[in-house]
């Protein structure tokens, strides 16, 4: 409509420049972003309605069940998040492809449909969308231009468009794709997917049966790929492993809490998380072992000792069983008997499984003189009352006796005797001693158990049953991993494979890995593929260049960490008052975006936490990944795996000082920014800290 002035006179509207290219085709790609959240919707509305009606489409009760189970889960997957993009970038085939020649798919996180069923998302694990991580200017794979978007709170704000059939490739000079790595964040860790290198998407995409271990350096991205494959196989092994199922055991609960939101935003709902503890978390912990005892639990030596205890209970009967059956007696011998034991000896069952052999081979014996004397042959309800006649329990209960895996590790370690004969060969006297010194109750319910303990018990819950196992495991940080814990989580694997995630440099605990063929071994995967990742997105060079100052004090043969990050910044400086200087860096630090995580020993916590809400700021703890507080105060033994865009280390040498493998410690705690690391120090530095750099 024209303008009117003061005069009544009408004037036309100025001319509006024409949008360019660039702003067309930005307007095109929100327009398809906002018709494929509409479709999303659509399709998550439509789970919705069949999920209320599904009950009066089922059969029976039990397909009724089965259909609300499939079409919730199916709900929970089409949940749309506006603050996430659906869509990260984009492929436009050339003419050279002979499948997809002209065409375009947009990649994102989930496949979105239209209402024909035509693709408006394709899914970053479809075959299809392996070129987008894949196709470079040396080999395009079909690809004419691949598009990456920027995005802002979901909404698409940028495009970078790489011409891979002119040789035009961007790399690490991406700013789209730096600018996603070098995201500010606070709260939970967020997926990759938009970000994912040539390097780590050949390990997510990996085969299901491929068991491999990922040696990273700090910043590799090395839990993110392991979450990320789990996605993967999820989406190519659909109904296989969610039969199976899949673990995803991680060092402690705030690492779990920490990683929790990445499978879901990818639509993956139905994955198991756990610490090792969990897993062996049979009995109650209610006792602490001395050092020295906790790490001989933890050695393998043990599990041969408790097979041979377990063994050693199996003994040769010594008189024939005699079973009255109404007006007949029946009689088996000392001969068959014998060979019952070692038949089913020799087959290597779980132990109980052994002994329900063993019953029901006795209960065929005396089946058989009942078909020859009667004619005719027994049914089901005489077979269950031999099986539970006194002669034939009496008979088990002296050579196959019942067993709990409580009873099993009470016996060996509270019975001097049973623990030498068991032990001979394979603990020293010194060693057995040591056990030998171990508190129990009088019985197995009676006992204060420790943590070690539970990881025995749970071996020995392997010896006489069958464990549980999943159709795919990821470990994380697995260089703590014991070899007793390793075995707890083979006896959850046999049948599937793993996904090995950790770093020999950041190994704190006392039986930490020092190299991984061994790990893999009592994992149950001597075969497994041992792939280095040594350049880091995450971490600043500078902070990786310092933190690498350790790694020659540290005792492991790992290549140095590199980072291709040159935007942050390292301060280290000694103060005279660390509670205030610690308060002066973090209200600094909160004048940036993203995360400020304060790391010190676990006796500092507390005073630190206290002077900063004196300060009036506000902190969370390392568990609580859901707090608004943007500043976290976390132990050095709980920091493992967690990040923050500003780091704040106080006192290293009171970290190192701590515990045993303390270096160890610091070297993780330094390398848990992604911004900005500051050390603050009363004491001198560690050694090598300390220490100029090497020219």
């Not at 065409?103 to 479809?126: I, M, N, S």
């Amino acid at each position: 409509m024209p303008a009117t002035d003061e005069r009544g006179r009408t004037h036309p509207e100025p001319a509006q420049p024409a949008p360019t290219r660039l702003e067309t085709e930005l307007s095109t790609e929100q327009a398809h972003l906002e018709t494929s959240r509409l479709a999303l919707r659509r399709m998550r509305e439509r789970a919705q309605s069949l999920f209320a009606t599904g009950d009066k489409v089922a059969g029976d009760a039990y397909t009724a069940e089965q259909l609300g189970r499939h079409l919730a889960r199916r709900v929970a997957e089409l949940a749309d998040d506006p603050a996430t993009a659906l869509f990260f970038g984009r492929l436009d085939f050339g003419p050279t492809d002979p499948e997809h020649a002209g065409r375009g798919y947009h990649v994102g996180r989930r496949h979105v449909t239209d209402e024909r069923g035509e693709p408006l998302v394709l899914d970053w694990r479809a075959p299809v969308s392996r070129a987008f991580y894949r196709a470079s200017a040396r080999d395009p794979q079909g690809i004419a231009v691949r598009r990456r978007f920027g995005f802002s709170a979901g909404a698409l704000t940028s495009f970078e468009d790489e011409h891979l059939d002119r040789g035009e490739e961007l790399g690490t000079a991406s700013r789209i794709l730096t600018a996603e790595i070098e995201r500010p964040r606070v709260g939970p860790m967020r997926d990759i997917v938009a970000t994912i290198q040539p390097e780590q998407d050949e390990l997510v995409r990996a085969d299901l049966a491929d068991s491999i271990c990922v040696q990273g350096a700090p910043g590799t991205g090395k839990t993110a790929v392991g979450l990320h494959r789990a996605a993967y196989l999820l989406y190519l092994h659909r109904e296989r492993l969610r039969r199976a199922g899949v673990l995803i055991v991680g060092p402690n609960r705030a690492f779990l809490s920490y990683i929790a939101a990445v499978l879901p935003a990818l639509g993956e709902v139905e994955v198991a998380q756990a610490t090792v503890e969990d897993l062996v978390a049979r009995v109650p912990v209610r006792a602490v072992d001395d050092p020295a005892v906790a790490a001989l639990k933890h050695d393998p030596r043990m599990a041969g000792v408790l097979r041979r205890a377990a063994d050693a209970l199996i003994t040769a009967p010594t008189e024939p069983i005699m079973v009255s059956d109404g007006s007949f007696r029946w009689r088996i011998g000392l001969d068959p008997l014998h060979r019952v034991i070692e038949e089913t000896r020799r087959e290597g069952l779980p132990y109980d499984t052994g002994r329900e052999r063993v019953r029901a081979r006795v209960v065929g014996l005396l089946q058989r003189q009942a078909e020859a004397r009667r004619a005719e042959s027994p049914g089901d309800a005489w077979l269950r009352r031999m099986g539970k006649a006194r002669p034939v329990t009496a008979f088990l209960d002296a050579a196959w006796p019942a067993l709990t895996p409580e009873g099993l590790v009470h016996s060996v370690l509270g019975d001097p005797d049973v623990l030498a004969t068991a032990a001979d060969g394979l603990l020293t006297d010194g060693e057995q001693a040591l056990l030998r010194g171990t508190k129990l109750g009088r019985t197995p319910k009676a006992t204060r158990w420790t943590a070690a303990d539970t990881v025995l018990i749970d071996e020995a819950a392997g010896l006489i049953e069958r464990t549980t196992g999943f159709g795919h495991v990821v470990v994380d940080e697995a260089q703590d991993l014991s070899p007793m814990q390793c075995r707890a989580i083979a006896r959850r694997s046999e049948h599937g494979s793993i996904t090995l995630l950790g770093d020999l440099a950041q190994g704190t605990a006392p039986w930490a890995a020092t190299d991984w063929r061994e790990s893999l071994a009592h994992l149950g995967k001597p075969d497994a593929v041992v792939v280095p990742l040594s350049v880091g997105f995450r971490v600043p060079a500078v902070v990786v260049a310092f933190a690498n100052r350790l790694l020659p004090a540290l005792a492991v043969d790992v290549p140095p960490a590199v980072s291709l990050r040159h935007d942050g910044a390292l301060d280290v400086r000694a103060v005279a008052d660390l509670a205030a200087a610690t308060v002066a860096e973090v209200r600094a630090a909160l004048g940036h975006d993203g995360s400020v995580g304060v790391i010190a020993a676990d006796d500092a916590v507390d005073g630190l936490r206290a002077a900063l809400a004196a300060a009036g700021v506000p902190t969370a703890t390392a568990d609580d990944v859901a707090a608004s507080a943007r500043v976290t105060v976390v132990p050095a033994t709980l920091v493992k795996g967690l990040e923050y865009d500003h780091v704040v280390v106080v006192e290293p040498a009171a970290i190192v000082a701590a515990e045993q493998r303390g270096l160890h410690r610091l070297y993780v705690a330094l390398t848990r920014a992604v911004s900005g690391l500051s050390v603050l120090h009363t004491a001198p530095l560690p050694g090598p800290l300390a220490e100029p750099p090497a020219a």
